[in-house]
């Protein structure tokens, strides 16, 4: 089944702070984070395996609650640049995931 | 390192015909997973592909089929195009023991 994710979409100011929400009904092994812009492939933000693991990079960083079945993608100081539709996708087993990819959020930072 | 590629751009078929994708693997990855996502959807899994076999299918029927090649590279067959077959299709490639995939620009296909 399809992870929800929430909000379905959030406009910022340049600097402001975001969540997004990935929750799944199934038991996880492991969450990918993505982030889509219009017309573009989506680029491999980052990766948490089961175990309450937080991992980050420059202002970005996410954490899974394997209890809860949760994942929470972390966005700090947002920059013009972070615009985009993110996406949680949830597997399965590591090594060779089959990806379930959740509903999506629109995020727009705005000047 | 090359990214992964696709091929063509673009692609406007009709309704019947059938349909050849290709895909180009990141240097060095071992797998390539393939995609379908429709307007404003996230990407939904078709298939996968290690060692030259199918390794998983998701929710897709048998005229979606595919080939890797012995380089990794990657075909996706429709055949009978449908209209709801429309969409970009993305194929995605990793390496086993990691995780993460990168993904290709993708081909949009119209069926009409």
């Known amino acids: 089944q399809q992870p929800v994710q929430s909000p379905q979409a959030v406009i910022l100011r340049e600097g402001e702070d975001a969540v997004i929400n990935c929750s799944s009904s199934?038991?996880?092994?492991?969450v990918h984070w993505y982030r889509q812009k219009h017309g573009e492939a989506p680029v491999f933000l980052m990766i948490?395996?089961?175990?309450?693991e937080q991992k980050g990079h420059d202002k970005i960083s996410a954490s899974f609650n394997e209890k809860k079945q949760q994942s929470s993608l972390y966005l700090t100081a947002s920059q013009l640049s972070y615009s985009g539709t993110y996406f949680c996708?949830?597997?399965?087993?590591?090594?060779?995931?089959?990806?379930?990819f959740g509903t999506g959020t629109r995020l727009t930072i705005i000047p | 390192e090359t990214g992964v590629t696709q091929s063509p751009t673009h692609l406007i078929k009709t309704r019947g015909q059938q349909v050849t994708l290709r895909c180009s693997s990141q240097?060095?990855?071992?797998?390539v997973s393939w995609y379908q996502q429709a307007l404003g959807q996230g990407p939904q899994f078709i298939f996968q592909?290690?060692?030259?076999?199918?390794?998983g299918r998701g929710n897709f029927p048998p005229r979606f089929s595919g080939l890797q090649f012995p380089n990794y590279s990657s075909e996706l067959n429709v055949n009978a195009l449908e209209l709801d077959d429309s969409a970009l299709y993305l194929c995605?490639?990793?390496?086993?023991?990691?995780?993460?995939?990168?993904f290709g620009p993708g081909t949009r296909l119209t069926v009409t």
């Open positions: 995605a490639s990793s390496t086993t023991g990691k995780g993460e995939q990168y």
């Open positions: 199934k038991a996880l092994y492991s």
């Open positions: 948490l395996l089961k175990g309450g």
């Open positions: 996708g949830t597997g399965s087993n590591f090594g060779n995931e089959k990806l379930t």
């Open positions: 240097s060095g990855h071992n797998t």
């Open positions: 592909y290690y060692r030259e076999e199918e390794n």
